[in-house]
């Protein structure tokens, strides 16, 4: 199993806005920062404004910020929602299955129990618990005890 970029993009942004709390941060910023497309990461942050994880403030000034306190937002819930086909095997989805053992092995039965044990033990972690270590995430993305970007340092 894979998490699509979209969800690996999605939980970087999150924890970036989690640790720059006291502003509002630019597409622009973040792109910068973890070296990724802004055209891609535009769309992460489009999806996770419409699924209420973010808020996106338009206009010269504007920017993004955590919709809601990072405490209150499960791992298990963002991956949930944004992965589509969480399938480990083809027998675990609702299509058809090439596979003549579908329905006689006990393969099905083991791949669910470990795909909820997967989602199990994201639930248990929070948004807060991921960025703890506030300190050492704000020094990699350039951020001071204000908040203020050091753009210059990783340029």
Same mark, same amino acid.
């Given at each position: 199993?894979?998490?699509?970029?979209?969800?690996?993009?999605?939980?970087?942004?999150?924890?970036?806005?989690?640790?720059?709390? %006291?502003?509002?941060?630019?597409?622009? %910023?973040?792109?910068?920062?973890?070296?990724?497309?802004?055209?891609?990461?535009?769309?992460?942050?489009?999806?996770?404004?419409?699924?209420?994880?973010?808020?996106?403030?338009?206009?010269?000034?504007?920017?993004?910020?955590?919709?809601?306190?990072?405490?209150?937002?499960?791992?298990?819930?963002?991956?949930?929602?944004?992965?589509?086909?969480? &399938?480990?095997?083809?027998?675990?989805?609702?299509?058809?299955?090439?596979?003549?053992?579908?329905?006689?092995?006990?393969?099905? &039965?083991?791949?669910?129990?470990?795909?909820?044990?997967?989602?199990?033990?994201?639930? %248990?972690?929070?948004?807060?618990?991921?960025?703890?270590? &506030?300190?050492?995430?704000?020094?990699?993305?350039?951020?001071?005890? &204000?908040?203020?970007?050091?753009?210059?340092?990783?340029?």
């Amino acid at each position: 199993m894979r998490l699509t970029s979209h969800t690996d993009f999605a939980l970087r942004l999150l924890m970036s806005l989690a640790v720059v709390e %006291e502003r509002l941060v630019t597409i622009e %910023e973040l792109a910068t920062r973890h070296k990724l497309s802004r055209n891609h990461l535009m769309k992460v942050a489009q999806t996770l404004v419409s699924l209420g994880y973010v808020t996106g403030i338009r206009g010269r000034t504007g920017g993004l910020t955590l919709a809601r306190p990072a405490s209150t937002i499960r791992i298990g819930e963002v991956v949930r929602t944004l992965e589509h086909d969480m &399938r480990l095997v083809e027998c675990l989805g609702d299509g058809p299955t090439t596979c003549i053992l579908s329905g006689a092995c006990l393969l099905t &039965r083991s791949m669910n129990r470990a795909l909820e044990a997967f989602f199990a033990s994201l639930d %248990e972690v929070t948004l807060a618990d991921l960025v703890a270590p &506030r300190r050492v995430l704000r020094q990699r993305l350039g951020i001071n005890s &204000r908040g203020d970007a050091r753009i210059a340092a990783t340029a």
